[in-house]
C-alpha cells in the first residue's frame, strides 16, 4: 500500500467495459482511497424505474417524481462494492441485459443525471477519492488532479462484457452483448446532457493489448508522480 498525506481525486472515463471500474478498485486498494463506482449510481436508477414499470418502458414522469424516495448507498464487503438501493442490495440484478438495454437512455435526462451528479461531487468533498463513470473528468471532478480516459475495440469490450455476465449467472449471447455495447457507446457519445468526452486535460490510454495489470502499472506511475509534484 501507497501511504501518502496528499489526498487527490482521481477520475477515471472511457467507453462501457473498458475495465474503467477494475483498474478504480485496484487503484483504490493501492492507494488507500475510496472508490465510486458512478455508472452503479445509473443502474440503480435504472433498476428502480424498471420495477416500477416491469413492462420495460421507462415512464419518466413517474420516475422523476420519484428521485427523492431512491436512496443509494454502498457497501465494501470481500466480494467488492456492493450496490444498495432503499436499504435492498441489487449489485447482480443491474448487471442484467434488461438494465444494460435503458440505462443509457435513463442516464442521457437532465434531472436524473443533475440528481446523481450533486451526489457524487460531494462524495469528493475530503478528496482521497476514485471515481469512475463518464463524464467524471469533465462535469463532476472538473478539477480533478488526475484524469484517465480508457477506450477499446467493441469486440474486446464485448468479450470482456459477456464474461463478466458469466460470473454474475446471466447468461446472453456474444451477439447480444456486443450489439448493445455499440448501441450504448452511440447513446453515451450522442446524448445532449454531459455526453462521454474526454476531457481536455485526461491522460487518453487504448487498453485493447494491454492485460490488466499493465495498465493498472500505467495509471498508479502517473497517480504516483502527481502526488509528488
Ligand atoms: O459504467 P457502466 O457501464 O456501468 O455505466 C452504465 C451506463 O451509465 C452507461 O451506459 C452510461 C451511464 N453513465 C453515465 O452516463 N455517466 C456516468 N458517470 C456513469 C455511467
Redesign the pocket.
Known amino acids: 500500500m501507497f501511504l501518502e498525506k496528499k489526498k487527490i481525486i482521481i477520475a477515471i ?1 472511457g467507453y ?2 473498458t475495465g ?2 477494475s483498474q478504480a478498485k485496484l487503484l483504490a486498494n493501492f492507494f488507500n482511497y475510496s472508490y465510486i ?7 440503480a436508477v ?1 433498476y428502480y424505474a424498471l420495477q416500477q414499470e416491469p413492462k420495460g418502458e421507462i415512464n419518466f414522469q413517474l420516475l422523476l417524481k420519484s428521485l427523492v424516495n431512491i436512496k443509494i448507498d454502498f457497501l465494501y464487503t470481500i466480494k467488492g462494492q456492493q450496490t444498495i438501493l432503499n436499504g435492498k442490495n441489487i449489485s447482480k440484478k ?1 448487471r442484467s441485459l434488461e438494465v ?1 438495454s435503458q ?2 437512455n ?3 435526462n437532465e434531472h436524473i ?1 443533475f440528481f ?2 450533486t451526489q ?1 461531487k460531494m462524495m469528493g468533498i475530503n478528496k482521497g477519492i476514485i ?6 473528468g469533465t ?2 471532478f472538473p478539477s480533478a488532479e488526475c484524469k484517465f480516459f480508457l477506450t477499446a475495440s467493441p469486440e474486446i469490450r464485448a468479450k470482456r462484457r459477456y464474461n463478466e455476465q458469466l460470473k454474475f449467472g446471466i447468461k446472453n449471447s456474444y451477439n447480444e452483448v456486443l450489439q448493445n455495447i455499440i448501441n ?1 457507446d452511440y ?2 457519445t450522442s ?1 445532449e446532457v ?1 455526453p ?1 468526452k474526454k476531457a481536455k486535460d485526461a491522460i487518453a490510454i487504448e487498453v485493447s493489448d494491454l492485460s490488466l495489470y499493465e495498465v493498472f502499472q500505467l495509471l498508479k506511475t502517473e497517480i504516483v508522480s502527481k502526488l509528488k509534484n
Open positions: 472515463d462501457a467495459s474503467k471500474s463506482d458512478s455508472g452503479a449510481m445509473y443502474r435504472t443491474i444494460d440505462v443509457s435513463v442516464a442521457s443525471r446523481l451528479t457524487q471515481m469512475d463513470g463518464r463524464d467524471i462535469v463532476v450504448r447513446m453515451d446524448r454531459n462521454l
